[in-house]
């Protein structure tokens, strides 16, 4: 029997600015089975240490969402006639205390996985990956690991708390959910603690690419090295938006100069098809530092590149993302 | 049998800034047959003519609602424990055509008419009420029509077009669609055109309250007249936005000095209890001149309290919404 | 022969967000001489102490005025079929110093005073009166003095300038130019320097109205007040946008709270119909502090009305404001 | 001996936007030893249940509060020559459990309380006043309180927390920390849960007065019915900022129509000189919410108003704050 | 005899923060006849699909264009002292509905374009494209056309509205008034529709250069390749702001990631120098999105810069762009 | 003996989001006795001649400050175990005469230099440099100075002032305490205002590095060949933020397209480790513009990085900033 597909609401039936705000104008679905993939929301901001308001990034990235249309033309990636994809709504989690919010998101987290759908996370702030990574894990033992960052997430502790948003890469891994020899970090940056602020995850085996690795090129040939590194194992994908330099993404809580640009991330993700990705979440937009929702909307658009590299995507006309529809004479340099 | 009421998903079941944004957190339903009232949004704006953005209001106040709760502890109004009440989403209309757009507008609200159902409208700007009253008095007749508003809104035309959201209370006169003597305008002011500005609608019966009758006093007592005035038929509300003060309704297109204060437009909107109320709308919420969506909030607040006195809404233990809860001994002024 | 009026743009000609900001969509014309009053801007901001931008009013009260109409519809008045009325565009004043400032400003205000035009000045900060005020004495002699103000602007000097815009008042009282029994502050308020902030100016004969005498009441009786005590004397109107609540007017750098509704301020302006107005200005206008012009329009309107009141002024069916249009009967209450 | 005092910086010396913010200018000390009253931050947000972001409201009212000057010139206050008063920066509390939080805020007031000084708190969400309160109480026994909010604050608990900020009032009771019978809370509104919201505290003898009853009025008579109340105990203040209208005070996470003006705000505390007040807070400023710092200065200026009226305050010739300055004659209405 | 060149009011004689706005503080004049090229605006808004308030642009940009200087010192064009340039205000357009604004437009542009000026035009949303190239084409037989742009705009419909701003290319193909073996497209990204959402215009002989060719690179080569490709015939010039990256120029209504930056902008302009340009727009600036008018000033640049190409500008010694005052050593890399 | 170090407030003692306002956490000092590099604020706007705001620029530095943390990650620089540093505050600057904030200015940074101490100023409007290097050249003789700018501010006057803020580089030069030949000026752009703008300074030896230089490539050599030229005297480094593009520094009041990205400006600061610095400051930042700080921030950051390079500061294990931490093969490009 052929698989049902399901289409999100086309601009030509309720104008892109109309109807109610669903994750790409998805359908809203009580339950993951069935699914090959679902978005649904995280809506945390208790981990963050400096500002907060992550816990509206949901929302907003789901509002913004709607100007997203359903096929890549850059790559020719076609999701939604390929794989059944819906909005799961949020996972409720405990506005209060970051502890019993990752229970909370463990056990949201480890429903989807067990129903053998792929989770796509709209954040919320980062201190989530714990909680999907510790139910990813459940199902598919340690998992690989790609992370675009500012920050390496791996402290030890924020003022006493052991899951505030500076520490969910450190549990994973000290929790072996993360195998370290399949873990990548790329857009490092910023001021510090000290020398060996990136030399324990290192000593383990991770990869660490710091931003100034990535400054004033492609990055494509990285996305190329990444894929080879990684193998045929599960991978979870976690991009905090603050990766993104603060001029291609204001709109969130801990911004720091130098990061990647959309161009560089857009590079890499597509760079990324053919692993094996099991689960995703995009974090750390913060809805009141973006008052014109533009931040949200990249990072929607972020999502639905990451949806695009999914394990069964259906590529039309195979494209090479660089020389793509290239009308001008090779020589044009 | 019992009626099955519908009720808003609780805060404490998602937290508020978390889930889909329906109206007051109901559920979004296909089709008004069963409800006795339902939100339904008009994200329109190719009526306006200063500043845009209205289509974006129903977006915009759906998400804001997410805080109103459910019971009105200042008159005891019950609404989701008196009366089935949904959102229907948003009836999709044209936006690059204003006359267009009204028949859109019309088949939309004739099929929430006919169904029994009391439309509760998100807008949008002002051009809307056309289509709105239009399909009411098809299915009640001629209505009366309580208008909250800084402006008439019965200039024959704009720029030529007679569908303009300065047009549709002369279009809905000239129609037959409202009884002029059961007509009501509380809030007029602003900079105009001659003396004549409000002496057609005048002329034919009308009532016009400006603004400078409302400044500095209780707005409990004008109630009690239009109460009186109006009558036992069917009445349809409008609430302009921006019948309030700028202070209070920054976030809309065509501000004037001189309005309504929040407390006002409670006042006058409790104090409409009673009334024969077949359907309403609040329009001219422009989200991009809100971007902390505070009017938008309000709006929804506004909507709130106009559900609350539909008929059928039952009130809990009676209140004098004045002397409510007057732990203060009478004298105390 | 006739009088010529002007004119200014329909917005049935060209819509209120198009074309070229002039004041009130008027010409814009070199020289005052023909004119009975004249829109002038003075784009000043050295002489503030604690935020700046006013610098930046007039462009934006210009841009925003495009939305304020022609006629005042509650009041009746018809100002642009009583008298000849333009835009003359902005005196070029020093940016850098404030004292050097001031000699541009007199200059330019002695030759609109000299030509026997009236001049409504766009600001800039408030320091601006005192060149203004210096002009009208010479054309007048001391002239009255009704400045709308949450400041006193009494002060000796700031930071050892005796131009800045705290002190203004005291120029003007000690250069003469001010009869002080002709004086009248209203809306003065929040915190000072000491109990006598204000005592400098009453022992001259000033009176002063502070904000606490104008809450939670109609000021309509004050402004018949203010007309008794100025006589027909030639009057100066100085309003400080400031003079009004933060509520109403947020986009000025020194906010007090506890000011003016705008409802009262067109109550006061409203009133003073019938003084001999010889110039006025409006102050203090910052538009980075007002991104979306809503202060600005306000300012705009508020010029309008001022406009309204000048001597020579007609008056369609003379109207009393307060019972203006009343279709209700008069026991409403 | 004399007691020495400790002037605020003056603005002729540092201009009021230069220099370190400080609250009110004031000194920076490390300890309350010796003051008699101290300002301290408490930068909490972790109690929030809708909008987040008050973390941030020390660090902007302190900024902010550089335009404030240091006379009561409407009163006759003159505090910083009649107290020894002081910034002891702020009280470090957990970011991430505001269980933890209360701990340290706990803490941290017991030793100010101790000490004999009295604290004048920046917030913060509104769950801090639970902490304060514990120790005003361990101090001075059972303590009157004095609520100034939207919401009553007696729920008990949110999303299973029994310390977020719906919660604190009926934490304190609970905890016989505050004698209900002399509890006032003012201003409470807006939708809720069911018609017994308020009637705990009632039943225990709590007053509560609802805005709809502060409504189109003067509330100087208010005041005075509390002083009455109250009489001779000790006193501790609360001031929610959503106590104000959103046109008042728009920068704060959960605003709620029909609130009070600035005006009523600062008759209530002005009113309420003579108590036995032993601490206040100021909370629930969100300065994501409030980019231009509005509502921060709005909080700077409510906060020097509660330190005007702390017992030992001298005031220059004794003023009727409503008669104040009294230029027109009595009859001027 | 010799040409009498207009020159824009000098930052010395009139401050850049005052004055009347228009574009580059040219005189506003009423007619092209005598002008080499004019500034126009056409404040059209009715053809948007998504986010609204395109039609505040044609004011924002000449607000903002005050701060642009006279002089081109990277490229050395001197185009006051080449060309005779005015501002002719807006076109008035209807504002309800596309199809009747684009009959004001070409009317307007007919005008123009018959006077042997080259229109400027100041956008507006990017329908108007349809207008001014179809009197283009009248003028000059068919046009090249290069376009800026993020989107191809070459629907067929959107909500049935075939004048919509997704369509103007179809329409100016379809209609002959753009030769397609002369149309480059530059910039395209983003969702789509289909794999075959350029296809159309490349099956006519329409050049297309995805975003994704542009990424991290100079695109002078590519501006080489464009001259040599669009020959000697006429050419039309329209830059749609949302070519640039949303970090670029945030303030319009449909962001795509992945943009050119603001000097690849420049650099392909300047590359375009010596083509035989008779008209450009700059379209989609959307000021509600851009409430620091920073897009709006980037607009100007542009426009500045697209002027600086026209033919008969006069360029002060001759300047190689990328090799300009290099005071460095050639080997410095 | 050993030096005594001043550690900054650690983010788990007190929240980066509380405590007090000093710049990156330091103790405020009142005297530079002892210190070997200060930050001090100089809030200044008089000599802007567009967008003011700067005056608020120290105060927002220091606010966003607080988020960056003591060590340099990327390079090894180790600055507050490496010299003794603090904040003194502000020097207090005349608000209303540029000329007379000037001698302020000299005063102010002649006692710093004299003192042995490092002065890092946080600006305020560009004229400031020219006190500053005033007092510079005073100690040191005629110094280097690096500027990094948009704009050449070499212009003679502003509207007659000779101390505006497009004129200190001139004003430096003419009174010989700027050595024209080790004068380098790398970013600059925009419109001007005739071909022979640079070449002024250019005639006497200077280096001019335009933005069209520096676009599509890495800064780093241009560093090492800066280095070089300036040899071993001493260096002032003068760091405008308009030197940055407007993507990547908003908040600033005269913005040009084509500058610099942060990635460019970490790049050149971290090479020029080596010269002989002997003060800096950094400019323009305007807060009114900046309503989320990111501007600040960033600029925080910078200054951070210019600390990070002064003389004297340690590095931890020796990083090439470009191939540092390198876990990929070399060969992965």
Known sequence: MEKEFITPTSGNDVPRFAGIST?????????????DAAFVGVALDCGTSYRSGTRHGPRQIRHESSFVRHFNVATGADPFKSLRVADLGDIPVDPFSVVDAHEDIYKGAR?????GCIPMVLGGDHSLTYGMVRAAAEKHGPVGLIQ??????TQDQQFGQRMAHACPMRRVLEDGLVDPRRMVQVGLRGSGYGVDDFDWQRSLGGWVVPAERCWNRSLAPLAVQIVKHMGS???????????????HAPGTGTIEPGGLTLAQALELIRGLRGLNIIGFDLVEVSPPLDPFGSTALMAANLMFEMLCILPGVQYRPAHDPMSFRADLPPDWV
């Open 111 to 115: 429903h989807i996985f067990q129903s």
């Open 23 to 35: 994750m790409l104008r998805l359908p809203l679905v009580p339950d993951p089975v069935g699914l």
């Open 233 to 247: 194992g599960p991978v979870y994908l976690s991009f905090d938006i603050d990766s993104l330099d603060p001029a």
């Open 148 to 153: 675009f960052d500012a920050h390496s997430d």
